[in-house]
């Protein structure tokens, strides 16, 4: 049985964590924080989820019990990340990790951390995703140097950041396979006399609507022909289980920087 410590709980990922936890045979939920001096400290970890009550009181994150969750996931907000890590290195606690929009120095946080607690670390935890990363790669392989590469995502209103952490992963993936430098061919939306496409870039266009969960397409478009790879997902409960399997997968690691894909053996 792997204990697990939610962070973040009353997020919209938080809130799908709690239920995901209660509903995996093989895990259960160690406990659950909230931002320190929310209202919510206190309240059943279950009805902050909206499921059948856990006895479980949600805690502030200041005052985490310490000897309780093997491995501790964070779907929280940037602005969290450096405590959240710091408290798991102190506690020699296993990470999952899935916020997005990071800054670099905060990815070299991670890296930094990695090098005494094993961190599982991805974008996306969905499955299908992670399957679409490798079949980017593979379009990449092989029609890649020929075509315009485009990356379309989608998401809720409520999304802090852009483009996604999974567009920007599924562009780093071809840009590593083109031996492109992202940061150097990435052109985020285009308006005005844009001229003609450059043909080494990869472009990102990014959907902020309603309560979209989460979608993302790659477009690889020649003369006469066109993939596109799509992936949508239509339950948070999908990044959620990825999150309980990655933990199940991380509890025994050694200290190390893993990803999703190799939580899920994917070439
Ligand atoms: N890797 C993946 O598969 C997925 C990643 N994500 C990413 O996960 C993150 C969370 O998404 P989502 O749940 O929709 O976002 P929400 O805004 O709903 O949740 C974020 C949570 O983090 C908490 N939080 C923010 N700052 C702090 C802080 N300083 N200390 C303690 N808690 C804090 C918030 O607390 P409060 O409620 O008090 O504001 C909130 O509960 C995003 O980065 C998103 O992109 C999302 C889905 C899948
Ligand atoms: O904020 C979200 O909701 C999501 N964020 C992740 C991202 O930025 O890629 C993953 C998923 O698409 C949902």
Redesign the pocket.
């Known amino acids: 049985m792997t204990k697990i410590g939610v ?8 809130r799908v964590l709690i239920d995901a936890c209660y509903q995996h045979t093989d895990v259960s939920l160690g406990f659950a ?4 001096g ?1 209202s919510l400290v206190g309240i059943d970890a279950g009805e902050l989820s909206g499921i059948a009550k856990q006895y479980i009181k949600v805690c502030d ?1 200041q005052n985490q019990p310490t000897g309780i969750a093997d491995v501790i996931v964070d ?6 990340l450096q ?1 959240n890590i710091e408290w798991c290195v102190n506690n020699k606690k296993a990470m999952v990790i ?4 990071l800054s670099a120095d905060e990815l070299a946080m991670i890296d930094q951390a990695a090098k005494s607690i094993p961190i599982v670390f ?5 499955v299908g995703v992670n399957l679409l990363l490798s079949l980017a790669r593979q379009a990449s392989a092989v029609m890649g140097k020929d075509a315009d590469i485009e990356i379309i995502e989608a998401h809720h209103r ?4 852009a483009p ?3 567009a920007v992963a599924i562009g780093q993936v071809i840009a590593d396979e083109l031996g492109r430098d992202l940061s150097k061919c990435a052109i985020y939306g285009r308006e005005g006399a844009t001229g003609e496409r450059d043909r080494e870039s990869i472009g990102f266009c990014t959907i902020r609507a309603g309560d979209i969960v ?1 979608e993302h397409t790659a477009i690889f478009a020649t003369i006469g022909e066109r993939i596109e790879l799509t992936h949508k997902a239509s339950s ?1 409960l999908t ?1 959620a289980n ?2 309980i399997t990655a933990a199940i997968w991380v509890k025994n690691k050694p200290p190390g920087l893993y990803s999703m894909q190799q939580v899920l053996s994917l070439p």
């Open positions: 962070l973040g709980a009353n997020g919209r990922m938080g924080s909230v931002r320190t929310s994150a779907f929280t907000l940037p602005e969290a405590a899935g916020t997005t929009g991805a974008a996306n935890y969905s409520f999304k802090k950041d996604s952490g999974t989460g948070r990044f990825g999150a």
